[in-house]
């Protein structure tokens, strides 16, 4: 099933995509990657779920982390999709960092892969953070609070209960924010946080 967030994908990426969901399938058989009852539906569910972020990574910048991403959902896909992306990857789950070194080196797609916690990742600044399905929205505006600069971009993912985490963040007053309706799913949203 075509969706329209696929039009703007290069023929290369999308073969690549493909690839990797592939390779999510063979993988999830001995690793808990995502959950079980999403795996049917792993193309909307993960693949263009990640997608939808690409529009709003703008074209100035060039470094991208993505927290706590488990199988590479969003960050992998933004590194397939925009190779000239510096992407790192945070995980604490070696298996999972494992699984995501595989998809790199199977898609061709640079990518630094770093088995920590986000906490102990000390890396410079990026230009954009994202993030799926990891935390409340409080504590990832925590996590990136070492990191702030003036201009960073937070792209944070979230489901139906985005409106509460707003609300029960206390960081997000320091923050700007902007919520877009996400096209996959009327009670899904995109967080665009600017610092």
């Not at 329209?4 to 073969?15: I, P």
């Not at 001995?30 to 795996?39: F, G, K, M």
């Not at 993505?66 to 999709?81: Q, T, Y």
């Not at 320091?174 to 096209?183: A, F, M």
């Amino acid at each position: 099933m075509s969706h329209e967030l696929e039009h703007n994908v290069s023929r290369e990426s999308l073969d690549k995509l493909r690839v990797y969901d592939a390779l999510l399938h063979k993988w999830q058989k001995t690793i808990n990657l995502v959950s079980p009852n999403t795996l049917p539906q792993s193309w909307e569910r993960h693949i263009l779920d990640s997608i939808q972020l690409n529009d709003h990574v703008s074209r100035e910048s060039s470094v991208l982390y993505d927290l706590g991403c488990g199988a590479g959902f969003p960050g992998l896909v933004l590194a397939i999709l925009r190779p000239e992306l510096e992407v790192h990857l945070i995980e604490s789950d070696q298996r999972k960092c494992s699984f995501m070194r595989a998809v790199s080196r199977e898609t061709n797609t640079p990518v630094t892969v770093h088995n920590a916690r986000i906490e102990e990742a000390s890396l410079p600044a990026p230009d954009v953070v994202t993030a799926r399905a990891l935390a409340p929205l409080d504590d990832l505006l925590g996590f990136c609070e070492a990191w702030a600069k003036p201009g960073m971009r937070g792209l944070f993912l979230k489901g139906a209960r985005y409106n509460e985490e707003i609300e029960d963040s206390t960081r997000a007053k320091n923050v700007e924010l902007d919520v877009v309706k996400s096209p996959l799913s009327p009670d899904s949203a995109i967080i665009k946080v600017k610092w």
